[in-house]
């Protein structure tokens, strides 16, 4: 099925998409960024003619200036479900009750209501509440914002907060297995580039999501992903872990106990090390995205632990004489086994 891009014209099907917006209840597809970023701009421009009495500018819902009224804001809030002229004056006197709210116009030919507000008393949230207490419903716009290289679980919280803080996000929420987000917002109030600034402030890249595939899909596939990798990873840690245990008893396994301290240690470390570096990987990408944003979750343990026990029997391996003798040991066999067990927990 062929579908018309709103901006362009041109005829795209949702396969051949390069991306796609829900508003208002239905969805558009786009042939090219540069037609999402208009419509993300000013929806209300492609989707139908706005009529109606315009209201003095105000300041701007993303930036605030205006060098006359530099303290108010002014927002254009959809309510598709307006159906009748008596219900103008309802919504219009519910948004007028509220303490920051200077003027409240709704039109009822484009179901818009305009709002002249100070954002220091009055939230679009406050908004929100007060339209559907009168039996309506604020329309959204939503966009699905991918993320690249999105593997640190706690920062899934600091990119969720970040994008409800941004003026006009009525809902945010990350898909650490799709790597995506999917935030609600109102058009009038914010765009997508600042949707994808409030990611990028907290350290991550963003990238359009190309794939139309159903979420269910994507995730499915994203969950089989996830499990392979973990999958692999375990089975390499796992082997070497053995190893390394084997090690640990060397003196007492015959065809073994013929090789001195010292070079079954560095033997340990060099099975140990890739154990550490690739299948423990997440672990320490992961404690260091919660160190930055001043957090503590169960990659901080395991990071700690394994790290501790890695580096101490690294130094009792290659400088042993830093140590007295009583405490040249190595726990080569513990960073390795912790690391497997934890992954094989995840599998």
């Known amino acids: 099925m062929e579908y018309k891009d709103p901006v362009c014209g041109m005829a795209v099907t949702p396969q051949s998409a390069f991306a796609k917006r829900e508003y208002q209840g239905k969805t ?39 060098p006359e009224l530099s303290n108010r804001l002014q927002v254009e809030l959809p309510i598709p479900d307006l159906d009748c002229v008596p219900c103008v004056r309802t919504v219009e006197g519910a948004l007028s009750e509220l303490k920051g709210v200077e003027k409240a116009h709704v039109n009822f030919t484009t179901t818009k209501a305009h709002v002249t507000y100070d954002p220091k008393l009055v939230s679009l949230a406050d908004m929100q509440k007060v339209v559907k207490k009168a039996g309506y419903t604020v329309g959204e716009a939503r966009a699905q914002i991918g993320i690249q290289d999105l593997r640190c679980a706690s920062c899934v919280h600091f990119i969720e907060e970040n994008l409800r803080a941004t003026p006009g996000v009525t809902r945010a929420t990350v898909n650490i297995l799709t790597g995506q987000a999917d935030v609600a917002y109102i058009p009038g109030a914010t765009r997508l580039g600042q ?101 503590a979750d169960m990659n901080t343990l395991i990071a700690l632990g394994t790290g501790a026990a890695y580096l101490y029997s690294t130094v009792a391996t290659f400088l042993p004489g830093v140590l007295p003798e009583a405490l040249r040991s190595v726990y080569f066999d513990t960073t390795s086994i912790i690391i497997a067990l934890i992954l094989l927990e995840s599998v």
């Open 28 to 66: 558009y597809y786009f042939c090219s960024q540069d037609c999402a970023d208009k419509f993300d701009a000013a929806p209300q421009d492609y989707v139908h003619e706005v009529k109606g009495t315009e209201l003095p500018q105000a300041g701007s819902a993303t930036t605030g200036f205006n």
């Open 195 to 295: 949707l994808r600034k409030a990611i990028e402030a907290v350290g991550y890249r963003t990238e359009e999501q190309p794939r139309q595939a159903a979420p269910e899909d994507a995730e499915q596939a994203a969950r089989r992903t996830e499990y392979l990798n973990l999958r692999n990873r375990f089975i390499f840690a796992a082997v070497l872990a053995a190893v390394v245990f084997l090690l640990t008893f060397a003196e007492f396994i015959p065809f073994l106990n013929s090789i001195s301290r010292q070079i079954t240690w560095m033997l340990m470390f060099v099975l140990t090390t890739p154990v550490l570096a690739w299948a423990g990987q997440r672990f320490f990408v992961g404690a260091w995205s919660a160190f930055r944003h001043r957090s």
